[in-house]
């Protein structure tokens, strides 16, 4: 990733943060070198702030930190797109974005797919879905075979509602899965859309 700090006379370049989950546009901050050193080796968004003259980590004051999914570079090699996690509203005003726009999925199960990365980069003891991804992809794995079983007995009984509730269960483990194979929902959805071409 080559990135043209020298562009502006200052040494940074815009960094525009977007929710990984929803795609919603979190933020705007700016980025030196330093910073963008820090974000990758640290895992959690951090800028160059104009005002203090110094590295800021999003959240190190009051908890709500961005933790980094994905960073792209544009054409021009002077603006980066930084996808992430966010905990907690993200605008110092207590806003869920700068724009005061509520961050929200038009599409659940994204928003899922970034509780489930959150879990999995920030494991708690409580956390079913930590516990069962430090198990490793053997056992994730086993547990989607099982839980595709029970939605194969419930589909030839009559009870909708444990037809859907082992359903839910079957998409859930998958999608923890997918994570453990380095891919995403998005993934998924370019596959079947190229088959629809």
Request: proline content about 2%; hydrophobic content about 40%; some cysteine.
């Amino acid at each position: 990733m080559q990135i043209d700090f020298q562009k502006s006379a200052d040494g940074l370049v815009p960094a525009i943060i977007q929710d990984a989950a929803t795609q919603k546009v979190l933020m705007l901050g700016y980025m030196n070198q330093e910073a963008l050193e820090k974000t990758l080796n640290e895992k959690k968004v951090t800028f160059f702030s104009r005002s203090k003259q110094r590295l800021w980590t999003k959240g190190e004051e009051s908890g709500n930190f961005l933790f980094l999914q994905d960073i792209k570079v544009d054409c021009d090699a002077d603006t980066l797109l930084i996808k992430a996690n966010p905990v907690g509203p993200v605008c110092h005003t207590g806003a869920d974005t700068c724009w005061e726009e509520k961050n929200i999925s038009n599409d659940f199960l994204y928003e899922l797919e970034g509780i489930i990365t959150d879990r999995i980069n920030n494991p708690t003891e409580n956390s079913y879905t930590a516990k069962l991804f430090a198990r490793g992809i053997n056992k994730m794995a086993q547990k989607v075979g099982e839980e595709a079983v029970e939605v194969v007995i419930e589909a030839k009984d009559d009870n909708n509602e444990l037809f859907l509730n082992e359903s839910a269960d079957l998409l859930f483990h998958y999608l923890i899965l997918l994570q453990a194979k380095g891919f995403t929902l998005s993934d998924v959805i370019s596959v079947l859309k190229q088959r629809h071409k």
